[in-house]
T-cell receptor, first 113, second 117 residues
């Protein structure tokens, strides 16, 4: 089962800020939170990754509260090309030593003119 | 940095043939690579985890004899779909894990569209 819960879809307009919140109530101490963007017929593209507080890069910001049970991806001033599916993922590291990612449904963002 | 390639990007084959898909990490070494499958309008489903120099670990319900995985080097993993059938038609995506300290990040390839006639 996916360890995250996020809205199935969101609508926005060009130029607006979009915030997508993800719940991960059972996040483990060692888990990082990673967000990916996927366009149709393409592999997911890494957007941002964080552990706590706030992380910002040239594409987005990631806000993580102190309890780390949720996170919010913030996309400033979206454009039509930001229409995509956004996945929030928390790693699962079983005793094998590698980290598995279990994809949930993702959030389908539609940006309109 | 962190570029992952896949080849081929698209393949059409006849039922009963085998198809090999390559996944390469171009600018970093990856001890661990992953193979996913994605059907239309659905999310990615992990098929198996590929570790360099050892046998792959398959998820429940994935036939290891049908989906052969070889992780021959720190930059190359291959997935071979043996005796492919129409129900194997799907979008296959690989990822390579880059580790920095305690942080693991997966970077994904562009995917391979397999169509079995």
């Amino acid at each position: 089962l996916a360890k995250t819960t996020q809205p199935i879809s969101m609508d926005s307009y060009e130029g607006q800020e979009v915030n997508i919140t993800c719940s991960h109530n059972n996040i483990a101490t060692n888990d990082y939170i990673t967000w990916y963007q996927q366009f149709p017929s393409q592999g997911p593209r890494f957007i941002i990754q964080g552990y706590k507080t706030k992380v910002t890069n040239e594409v987005a910001s990631l806000f993580i509260p102190a309890d780390r049970k949720s996170s919010t991806l913030s996309l400033p001033r979206v454009s039509l090309s930001d229409t995509a599916v956004y996945y929030c993922l928390v790693g699962d590291r079983p005793n094998t030593g590698f980290q598995k990612l279990v994809f949930g449904t993702g959030t389908r963002l539609l940006v309109s003119p | 940095g962190a570029v992952v390639s896949q080849h081929p990007s698209r393949v059409i084959c006849k039922s009963g043939t085998s198809v090999k898909i390559e996944c390469r990490s171009l600018d970093f070494q990856a001890t661990t690579m992953f193979w996913y499958r994605q059907f239309p309008k659905q999310s990615l489903m992990l098929m198996a985890t590929s570790n360099e120099g050892s046998k792959a670990t398959y998820e429940q319900g994935v036939e290891k004899d049908k989906f052969l995985i070889n992780h021959a080097s720190l930059t190359l993993s291959t997935l071979t779909v043996t005796s492919a059938h129409p129900e194997d038609s799907s979008f296959y995506i690989c990822s390579a894990q880059r580790t920095s300290g305690r942080r693991d990040t997966q970077y994904f390839g562009p995917g391979t569209r397999l169509t079995v006639l």
